[in-house]
Every structure is written in C-alpha cells, then in structure tokens.
C-alpha cells in the first residue's frame, strides 16, 4: 500500500510506520486498557524493530520489559496476534 494513496489523511508516525514496514517487520505494542495514574492513555502505541522504536508506550520499566518480548519474537521470526499483560508494580522491579 502506497500511503499517497489512502483518501484518509494519517499522522506523521503513522506514515513513518508503514513506510518502515514496507521493508522491516516490526511488532506492535499497545496499552490496551489502564487503571488509575498512568503515563499514556489507551490507545498509545509503539513498533518494535530490531534495532529501534517508533513511538512509545509510556517508558519505563513496562515500556522496557515489552520492547525485550517484542525483540525476542522479532528474533523468532515473529509471531502471530498475542496479548500479553504487564501491569506497573513490584512484579516488574518497581
């Protein structure tokens, strides 16, 4: 797909994204739900490629423990749809 193309006008991330995968593949991060303070709303997103982001999911140690499972599948050779939780707190070193 041709971004130049599509009749809907999309942000600059979103055209650096799919210009990007036209060559690389990358795995996608998202926060998919959140409950009381958190860094970024639902929604926010980040790709994964095997030397660097696009985006972010909110930093920190949950941005950093998904950015290693992201690489890892990458490395796999990726992998299909999975959902996997992290919530903030001691279970990742907080």
Request: glycine share 12%.
């Amino acid at each position: 797909m041709r971004i130049n193309d599509s009749p809907v006008k999309l942000n600059v991330q979103t055209q650096q994204l799919l210009k990007r995968l036209e060559h690389e593949a990358a795995v996608l991060v998202r926060v998919h739900a959140s409950r009381g303070s958190v860094p970024r709303e639902v929604g926010a997103w980040m790709a994964v490629f095997a030397h660097d982001c696009l985006g972010t999911a909110g930093g920190g140690q949950v941005e950093w423990t998904a950015n290693g499972h992201a690489r890892h599948l990458l490395a796999r050779g990726g992998a299909a749809e999975q959902t996997v939780h992290y919530s903030l707190g001691p279970s990742l070193g907080q």
